[in-house]
């Protein structure tokens, strides 16, 4: 438990004073108590004569200088908002286990950074945004607020002692952002602090004029509209660029469906800080081995995010997991369908700690983690929501599950027709299992792990997927060995941590024709979309398009080689260092899982895979202005066939009938295309497959 925090030494006299000299204007405020509940605290101080009132590069905000009494300053999060709500964070996160913020002076113009100092910062340090952004010419009258807010509630309340604010001539000015390769988004709030819930009310406008086209601020917008927005994230709400949930809204706050960034139309989108992920592409890595292995992922794009004309770096604009035609497409299953087959799908729940927005609503599984009786594993509703599942649907989803798990730990888990194949779709967990291990993430199968199960007419197996947040996995984590390219992600070694992994994973692996099929699957895809050669040509793409963005982000947000959590030493210095680091540790990881992986496939060669498990095929490859696909439907209905590029853009698409022996042969024209890899795939729903092939 941790230490309770000191005694302040007395109570405070509320003061407001206005000293003058000859360049300068001082405002005094007062505090008290920061509680440990994670319910944000304010202190304000009302300026009702500033002169000049105009704040600009010749006269604004030149500094601000508070004494805080708290233990473990790593929980704090304090931030100075204008009277017109525009805010800049002073600091966050910073500190570890140190005490206090003791005469601690936040100026621009300081030569070390709030991130490079150490309790109780003692002097001048730059704060962790620009506060010049509040010298634009905005109105410097009227109620400025200190912002301080706990953000791990523990026995460590804490007290503001004093705070001030000073404005002065010369001050700095704001960052100056007008054009960008990458899409620009621009929000505003209206004056209003973008709260953790509930979403409110805002402008946005997205800057894309296409393709290989530049985007100015001040360019006609793609979309001109409005948003409902709000925080999102669980432990990376501590960081100070904040991760964003938005609707697409109308302006009376009813939601709008919307095509944003080329992406199917929908009202749920993710704007992900990827803090402390300075390589930016952590996440989408996962996504895009996910989509090449032929699986739903949610797209994305990078993007330059402006909130109140304050420029916020990079983030990666993307869809949110979502039952649809176009994401996670299984039936709409409806409140009124409560029995035979309309009841069996289709669902969406996930594994996960019981945060946000309706979070934790759910059952538990009848069967513990593994070595870990006094734990249990937590499945949570996400489609139908928790507010909209009925009785019976909650039931039937529970019971499924339960029965799954009930045959995978029986005496005959691993016979075809009596063991868990029965209730899942095999292929899924095989690749889900190998999106894990290849990103070794310490979150890996015990969070932010998502299922979904179809109608039975449709399919009606479970599936694990899609894949999500991988911000701290690809060595980026500094504990429970998330640094390192050796062991396995599934075999959690940690039982005092309460988030467990299920035991499926390890009873998955004693299975031999599972092991079997794992390493079939890996060796066809170590032969292509695993090949070292595609992670590189990857990872250096998103690094080339990122080249010009990455650097304003770094400008105004420095953490290059400075420690972010949960980031493993050594900090790279430079953000080529961030990429060759990754790549390097990807190397090592996929030699340790080519030594390491369970299962024989010394039946199949590199590019063949069991009859099975493989229905889709073109030829000739490589092929210059026309391929034959042909694929064997066992559905014997139309299929969906589309051809795709290496990131995901969908060039062509075409719905085919199945025949009556379900052979489909497809002879797409593909003169148009450029040189080099595509990918073509099949969604014969449920399932999904894809195929690579090279223009010539």
């Not at 952002?177 to 709260?195: A, K, R």
């Not at 299975?511 to 099929?517: G, H, I, R």
């Not at 040509?537 to 080249?547: E, G, K, R, T």
Request: charged share 20%; net charge negative; proline share 6%.
């Amino acid at each position: 438990m941790r230490p309770s925090v000191i005694n302040h030494c007395c109570n405070l006299l509320i003061l407001l004073l206005l000293t003058y000299s000859a360049n300068t204007q001082t405002w005094f405020g007062t505090g008290g108590v920061i509680p440990d509940d994670g319910t944000p605290v304010t202190f304000t101080i009302e300026i009702d004569n500033l002169d000049p009132s105009t704040l600009d590069t010749i006269h604004g905000l030149a500094s601000v200088h508070l004494n805080i009494s708290h233990t473990y300053d790593s929980d704090l999060y304090v931030a100075l908002l204008a009277p017109d709500g525009t805010a800049v964070v002073l600091t966050s996160g910073n500190g570890w286990d140190g005490d206090n913020y003791t005469g601690t002076h936040f100026t621009d113009t300081a030569s070390l950074s709030i991130t490079q100092g150490t309790p109780p910062f003692t002097g001048h340090f730059r704060p962790q945004e620009i506060m010049g952004s509040m010298n634009n010419g905005r109105m410097g009258i009227g109620t400025w607020t200190l912002y301080i807010l706990d953000t791990y509630p523990w026995a460590d309340q804490g007290y503001l002692i004093n705070w001030s604010i000073t404005f002065g001539e010369n001050p700095t000015g704001p960052f100056v952002f007008n054009s960008s390769n990458l899409p620009i988004v621009l929000i505003d709030t209206y004056g209003q602090q973008i709260p953790d819930d509930p979403k409110i009310l805002v402008g946005m406008k997205i800057i894309d004029n296409g393709s290989d086209q530049r985007n100015f601020i001040t360019d006609t917008p793609a979309y001109n509209g409005y948003a409902g927005i709000e925080i999102r994230g669980s432990s990376s709400q501590m960081f100070p660029k904040k991760s964003y949930g938005f609707e697409t809204w109308d302006a009376q706050g009813e939601e709008l469906k919307v095509s944003l960034l080329g992406m199917p139309e929908e009202t749920d989108w993710i704007l992900n800080a990827n803090y402390t992920d300075k390589t930016f592409c952590r996440n989408t890595l996962a996504y895009q081995v996910s989509r090449s292995m032929g699986h739903y992922a949610t797209r994305y794009e990078h993007v330059e995010v402006v909130i109140n004309d304050m420029y916020k770096g990079i983030y990666v604009f993307s869809e949110k997991i979502k039952r649809d035609a176009n994401r996670v497409n299984i039936a709409k299953l409806k409140p009124d369908q409560n029995t035979g087959d309309p009841l069996t799908g289709g669902y969406i729940f996930k594994i996960d700690k019981p945060t946000g927005s309706g979070g934790g609503e759910g059952w538990e599984s009848d069967f513990p983690p593994p070595g870990n009786p006094d734990k249990s594993i937590l499945f949570q509703y996400e489609f139908p929501k928790a507010a909209n599942i009925t009785v019976p649907q909650k039931a039937y989803i529970s019971e499924y599950v339960n029965s799954f798990e009930t045959a995978l730990a029986g005496p005959d888990f691993d016979d075809p027709q009596l063991g868990y194949r029965q209730y899942i779709d095999e292929g899924s967990f095989l690749d889900y299992f190998i999106v894990n291990e290849i990103s070794k993430n310490v979150d890996g199968y015990r969070l932010s792990t998502f299922l979904h199960k179809e109608r039975e007419s449709l399919g009606g197996k479970l599936r694990i997927g899609p894949v999500w947040d991988y911000d701290i996995a690809w060595k980026n984590a500094n504990y429970y060995e998330g640094e390192y390219y050796t062991d396995w992600s599934y075999q959690f070694p940690y039982p005092d941590d309460y988030w467990q992994v299920p035991f499926w994973w390890g009873r998955f692996i004693q299975d031999t024709t599972f092991a079997n099929n794992l390493m079939c699957r890996w060796t066809n895809l170590r032969g292509n979309l695993l090949s070292n050669a595609w992670f590189d040509n990857y990872i250096d793409s998103v690094a080339a398009v990122l080249d010009e963005s990455q650097q304003r982000n770094f400008t105004i947000w420095p953490i290059l080689g400075v420690y972010v959590w949960p980031n493993p030493w050594p900090y790279p210095l430079t953000y080529t260092e961030e990429i060759s680091t990754l790549k390097e540790w990807i190397h090592n990881r996929l030699a340790w899982l080519d030594a390491n992986l369970p299962g024989n496939c010394n039946s199949v060669g590199i590019n063949q895979l069991p009859a099975e498990m493989l229905r889709l095929t073109v030829s000739p490859n490589p092929a210059r202005n026309t391929v034959k696909v042909s694929y064997n439907s066992v559905s014997k209905k139309s299929v969906v066939l589309s051809i795709s590029d290496p990131f995901g853009h969908q060039v062509l698409k075409e719905v085919i009938g199945g025949g009556s022996d379900g052979t489909i042969d497809w002879y797409p024209d593909i003169s148009g295309l450029n040189q080099g890899v595509w990918f073509i795939t099949i969604t014969d729903s449920p399932f999904t497959e894809t195929i690579k092939f090279v223009k010539l």
